[in-house]
């Protein structure tokens, strides 16, 4: 640091303490211009991000609502009407057919009582690693019991 003042007060022909502002200034100016390329300022304020996440919670709730009150999906996943039609639990969870472990989407999944999205997540994540041999199965991922399981057989099977 001593060498670049005596730098300056030599080449500049300035004094020490004019020497030490004009290292300071430079200074500052070079770490303001790299810091703002480092650490871009964002334009989105407190009250914008606020904003932006509420109408995010309530397209979600628009979406429950309106999946609640569609019809069931007739998909490959649930087994035909008949003989495994479980019992209704709440509406718009399963109310027909019994749901296929090794091909039920993450949607169709969150249907099942007790089943969240994280659930679904580690069900699908256990299936692609190895796919279900048997209902009994789901006590290998975590967060599955067997009392969770009893409220699950209702609703799931495996061909």
Same mark, same amino acid.
Not at 27 to 53: E, F, Y
């Given at each position: 640091?001593?060498?670049?003042?005596?730098?300056?007060?030599? /080449?500049?022909?300035?004094?020490? !303490?004019?020497? %030490?502002?004009?290292?300071?200034? *430079? @200074?500052?100016?070079?770490?303001? $211009?790299?810091?703002?390329?480092?650490?871009?300022?964002?334009?989105?304020?407190?009250?914008?991000?606020?904003?932006?996440?509420?109408?995010?919670?309530?397209?979600?709730?628009?979406?429950?609502?309106?999946?609640?009150?569609?019809?069931?999906?007739?998909?490959?996943?649930?087994?035909?009407?008949?003989?495994?039609t479980?019992?209704? /639990?709440?509406?718009?969870?399963? !109310?027909?057919? %019994?749901?296929?472990?090794?091909? *039920? @989407?993450?949607?169709?999944?969150? $249907?099942?009582?007790?089943?969240?999205?994280?659930?679904?997540?580690?069900?699908?994540?256990?299936?692609?690693?190895?796919?279900?041999?048997?209902?009994?199965?789901?006590?290998?991922?975590?967060?599955?019991?067997?009392?969770?399981?009893?409220?699950?057989?209702?609703?799931?099977?495996v061909?």
């Amino acid at each position: 640091m001593k060498r670049l003042l005596s730098y300056f007060q030599k /080449h500049l022909g300035v004094t020490r !303490s004019e020497a %030490v502002a004009v290292t300071f200034l *430079a @200074t500052t100016l070079t770490v303001g $211009t790299v810091g703002i390329k480092l650490w871009p300022i964002s334009d989105t304020h407190d009250h914008a991000t606020a904003q932006r996440i509420a109408l995010m919670i309530d397209s979600i709730e628009a979406e429950r609502t309106s999946q609640a009150d569609a019809p069931e999906p007739t998909d490959s996943a649930y087994a035909p009407a008949g003989i495994d039609t479980p019992p209704t /639990h709440k509406p718009g969870k399963v !109310s027909r057919g %019994v749901l296929n472990l090794n091909v *039920a @989407t993450l949607s169709q999944l969150q $249907t099942l009582p007790g089943i969240g999205p994280s659930m679904a997540q580690r069900i699908v994540e256990f299936r692609q690693r190895r796919p279900f041999g048997s209902v009994d199965d789901l006590l290998d991922v975590r967060g599955i019991g067997e009392k969770k399981l009893a409220k699950l057989r209702p609703y799931v099977k495996v061909p």
